[in-house]
Nanobody
Framework: QVQLVESGGGLVQAGGSLRLSCAASGRTFSTYAMGWFRQTPGKEREFVAAIKWSGTSTYYAESVKGRFTISRDNAKNTAYLQMNSLKPEDTAVYYC?????????????????????WGQGTQVTVSS
């Protein structure tokens, strides 16, 4: 069983920055593909960013490309989402997710159904 705990959310003005962290339990964090998603009330959870188990490949939603950066530190069992130039439309609950290593031929995953474990979420609010 893998436990994911997000932190770093909060209230920030438009144009500001936040760094979210996702701390994972277990000894095999370095084998998990990781992703960040976000959700607002009444809407489906949407993909934000994903990173390969090794950290050498990343992928972003168009809406955050150039502003957000996903990274990971496998020695610390932690994934990060650096969010810059925040906009009011970035307001949401942000979730990190982990996918156990499988030989699917892919290393980046963007669908909620492709992830095995989820954190509890952290609220990000961007004021205008």
């Amino acid at each position: 069983q893998v436990q994911l705990v997000e932190s770093g959310g909060g209230l920030v003005q438009a144009g500001g920055s936040l760094r979210l962290s996702c701390a994972a339990s277990g000894r095999t964090f370095s084998t998990y593909a990781m992703g960040w998603f976000r959700q607002t009330p009444g809407k489906e959870r949407e993909f934000v960013a994903a990173i390969k188990w090794s950290g050498t490949s990343t992928y972003y939603a168009e809406s955050v490309k150039g502003r957000f950066t996903i990274s990971r530190d496998n020695a610390k069992n932690t994934a990060y989402l650096q969010m810059n130039s925040l906009k009011p439309e970035d307001t949401a609950v942000y979730y990190c997710a982990a996918r156990i290593l499988t030989y699917s031929g892919r290393v980046i995953y963007t669908d909620t159904n492709e992830y095995d474990y989820w954190g509890q979420g952290t609220q990000v609010t961007v004021s205008s």
